[in-house]
């Protein structure tokens, strides 16, 4: 059973900084994509950075210049750094990984539960 473990989500006021993580953890081949999306209140769930298997890097246009992910291969571990946080940044943030699950041929993706990050003004 693979599964996605998230921390770092907390309280904050605005200009302070936040730092995400997620490991994926279980029967794993391989791990192609990694990526962080968030849902703020009342709005659908968006983009915010994304990283392939070879350290290419998108950003949504919101928080480029201010967020930076990465991540540690042999941990199966992607990281979300969050550098001067606006209120607008308040949302539920949540890992996702393609990935292709140990014995089988096929990626497949996978969420994490989400984990909250609030921004005070």
């Known amino acids: 059973q693979v599964r996605l473990v998230e921390s770092g989500g907390g309280l904050v006021q605005a200009g302070g900084s936040l730092r995400l993580s997620c490991a994926a953890s279980?029967?794993?081949?391989?791990?192609?994509?990694m990526a962080w999306y968030r849902q703020a209140p009342g709005k659908q769930r968006e983009l915010v950075a994304r990283?392939?298997?070879?350290?290419?890097?998108n950003y949504a246009d919101s928080v480029k210049g201010r967020f930076t992910i990465s991540r540690a291969n042999a941990k199966n571990t992607v990281y979300l750094q969050m550098n001067s946080l606006k209120p607008e940044d308040t949302a539920v943030y949540y890992c996702?990984?393609?990935?292709?699950?140990?014995?089988?041929?096929?990626?497949?993706?996978?969420w994490g539960q989400g984990t909250q990050a609030t921004v005070s003004s």
């Open positions: 996702y990984a393609n990935l292709k699950p140990a014995g089988e041929l096929l990626l497949r993706g996978y």
């Open positions: 990283i392939s298997s070879g350290d290419i890097t």
């Open positions: 279980g029967s794993i081949s391989s791990i192609n994509t």
